[in-house]
C-alpha cells in the first residue's frame, strides 16, 4: 500500500499518522528541512566509550579518598626524600660551626639542628631514603616469596601443600628481634670470618634479607587460602581441560585473582618493615650513627627533657613515621576496594 494511502487511512494527529508522514519524508529524502540521512544520523545514540581494566581500577581507587590523598602525600615523602639531600645547602652530616648545639627551627634551619649542630631536615630526608629503601624491598621481596609458595601450596595441594607447609610453620615460629641480635653481636665481634662477611654487607641489606626471609610466611599463607578457593571455579578448570600449562594457569588466571588480598598485606608489610627498622635502629641494633634513619634519628631523643625542651629532635621523626605508615595503610584500603570486583562504590 502507497504512503498516501495511509495518510489518508489513518486519523490525522494520531501517532499512527505521525509515523506514517515520517516514513514518507524519509523515503522522500527531506525529514524537517534535513537529508534524511542527516536526520536519521543525528538520531543515533552516540558510541560508548567503554574503560579498560586499568581505567575501571584507578576511577576506583580514586573515589577512595582518604588512599587518593595518601598516595598523593606518599609521592610528596618520596619526592622530598630523593630532591632535598641535592638542592639543601646543609650535608645529612655536616656540622653547623657556628651553633654546635641544638637550635630550634629557623630562617637557616628550617626544622632546627640536633645537639651536634647537624640540619633535622638534611638528616630528615637522607634518613628516609634509608628507611623507605627498606620498607619497600622488604614488602616487595617477602610478598613476591610469599604469591610464589602460596600459589603452589594452593594449587597443587595434597603432599606438596602438607611439606610446605610444615616448613611454613617452622620458620613463623623464629622470632626476628633475637635473631637480628644475634647476627649483630657476630658482626661486631672481631676475628671471626662470619662476622667479616657480615660486616661487607651494608647494615640495610643484612636488615631487609632478614626481615624478607621471616616476613613472607604470613602472605603465603593468605594466598594460599585464596588459591585453593579459585583452584575450583569453572574457568580455572576450563583452562586446565584446554590444555594450559600449570605454571601458565597458576600465572595468568589465578595469581591475578588474588591482587586484592595481595595488594593489601603487601602495603601492610611496608609499614611493619617501616616500623621494626625504627625499632632495631631505636635499639641501636638497625643502621649505627653517623647514618641518619628515621629510627636512629630518635635514639638521643629517649629522655622527657629532650622530648619537652627539644621536641623538633623527637616529635618531628616520629610524625614522619606515623604519617607514612597512615599512608601506606590508606593506600592499601584503597588497592583492595579497586581491585576487588564485588566493591561498588
Known amino acids: 500500500m502507497s504512503s498516501s494511502a495511509n495518510l489518508l487511512t489513518t486519523p490525522p494527529g494520531s501517532l499512527g499518522a505521525q509515523r506514517a508522514e515520517r516514513g514518507a519524508a524519509m523515503r522522500s529524502g ?34 577512595h579518598r582518604p588512599a587518593a590523598v595518601s ?32 637550635a630550634p627551627p629557623s630562617a637557616s634551619h628550617p ?17 628516609g631514603r634509608i628507611s623507605l629503601l627498606i620498607g619497600f ?33 617452622i620458620l613463623m615460629t623464629i622470632p626476628s628481634l633475637p635473631l637480628l641480635i644475634a647476627l649483630s653481636s657476630v658482626a661486631t665481634s672481631e676475628g671471626s670470618r662470619a662476622g667479616d662477611l657480615l660486616r661487607a654487607v651494608p647494615v640495610q641489606w643484612r636488615i631487609i634479607a632478614i626481615m624478607s626471609l621471616l616476613g613472607w610466611m604470613a602472605i603465603s599463607r593468605v594466598v594460599r587460602s585464596q588459591v585453593i578457593a579459585l583452584r575450583k571455579r569453572e574457568f580455572v578448570e576450563a583452562s586446565i581441560a ?10 595468568v588466571h589465578i ?7 595481595l595488594a593489601v598485606f603487601t602495603t601492610l608489610a611496608v609499614s ?20 641518619a634513619t628515621w629510627g636512629n634519628m630518635l635514639l638521643d631523643a629517649r629522655d622527657v627533657f629532650t622530648a619537652v625542651e627539644y621536641w623538633w629532635l623527637t616529635w618531628i621523626p616520629a610524625v614522619m613515621i606515623l604519617v607514612t605508615v597512615l599512608c601506606v595503610n590508606f593506600i592499601g584500603d584503597g588497592l583492595r576496594d579497586a581491585f576487588d570486583p564485588n566493591t561498588r562504590r
Open 272 to 291: 611493619a618493615a617501616i616500623m621494626g627498622e625504627s625499632t632495631l635502629s631505636f635499639l641501636g641494633l638497625g643502621v649505627s650513627l653517623p647514618t
Open 30 to 63: 527531506v525529514f524537517m528541512g534535513r537529508p534524511a540521512a542527516a536526520a536519521g544520523a543525528a538520531e543515533l545514540p552516540a558510541p560508548s566509550h567503554e574503560r579498560s581494566q586499568l581505567g575501571v581500577i584507578w576511577d576506583k581507587f580514586v573515589l
Open 137 to 169: 624491598a622488604v614488602a616487595l621481596l617477602s610478598a613476591t616469596a610469599g604469591a610464589v609458595v602460596g600459589t603452589i601450596q594452593g594449587y597443587f595441594g595434597g603432599a606438596v601443600d602438607s611439606r610446605i607447609g610444615w616448613i611454613v610453620n
Open 242 to 251: 584446554l590444555g594450559a600449562t600449570h605454571r601458565r594457569v597458576m600465572a
Open 71 to 102: 598516595l598523593a602525600v606518599m609521592a610528596a615523602i618520596l619526592l622530598a626524600c630523593i630532591v632535598l639531600p641535592w638542592v639543601l645547602p646543609w650535608g645529612a652530616n655536616e656540622f653547623d660551626y657556628d651553633l654546635l648545639t641544638a
Open 255 to 261: 595469581l591475578p585473582n588474588t591482587v586484592s588480598v
Open 111 to 127: 626544622l632546627g639542628t640536633d645537639k651536634l649542630g647537624r640540619d633535622v631536615l638534611a638528616r630528615l630526608a637522607s634518613a
